[in-house]
């Protein structure tokens, strides 16, 4: 018997993070909630971090997810805009982990693949295979939340295989997998 499961995707941002949640039922995915947080009018990076923090540990206590996907950043060649995104994405991985929440993460390219079959899919092809997955009516305006939602439907797509992704479930699993990251 499949138990129900509800994965929370999020795509970290400094300006927008979007976020979108999935319920799982015999294999079967329901659309429950997507949206962004918007944090273009924040200019203190430090209160944009605690925002995304704080949002993030308001839907894991309102939705109850089982797990929780992220974007990983991707590698620019802005060292600033990279410094940013990862400080975002840390925060949010921090949310899940202070809550016993299992979090994995995405290269971009292999959620788009997921989606679209496409590791160079547009935004746009992934909201419109978005809407049609999970019967959606609409798409917002900006697709940082169909961002986020995709990155739940890719760990949905992607549950139970093994693959390159790195999962994480407690920090002591973390700082395991990312000795290269550790000052000594």
Known sequence: MSKEKIILGVDPGTTIMGFGIIKVNNKQMEFMQMNELLLQKYKDPYVKLKMIFERTIEL??????????????????????MLKLGRAQGVAMAAG??????????????????????????????????????????????????DGL?????????????????????????????QNRIKK
């Open 60 to 81: 894991i206590d309102t939705y109850h997810p089982d797990e929780m996907a992220l974007e990983a950043p991707f590698f620019g060649v802005n060292v600033q805009s």
């Open 97 to 146: 982990l202070s809550r016993q929440i299992p979090v994995t993460e995405y290269a971009p390219k292999k959620i788009k693949m997921a989606i679209t079959g496409n590791g160079n899919a547009s935004k746009e092809q992934v909201a419109g295979m978005l809407k049609s997955l999970l019967n959606l009516t609409e798409l917002p305006k900006n697709l940082d939340a169909t």
């Open 150 to 178: 995709a990155a739940a439907v890719c760990h949905h797509f992607n549950s139970g295989k093994t693959t390159s992704t790195k999962s994480y479930n407690s920090w002591s699993s973390f700082v395991s997998q990312n």
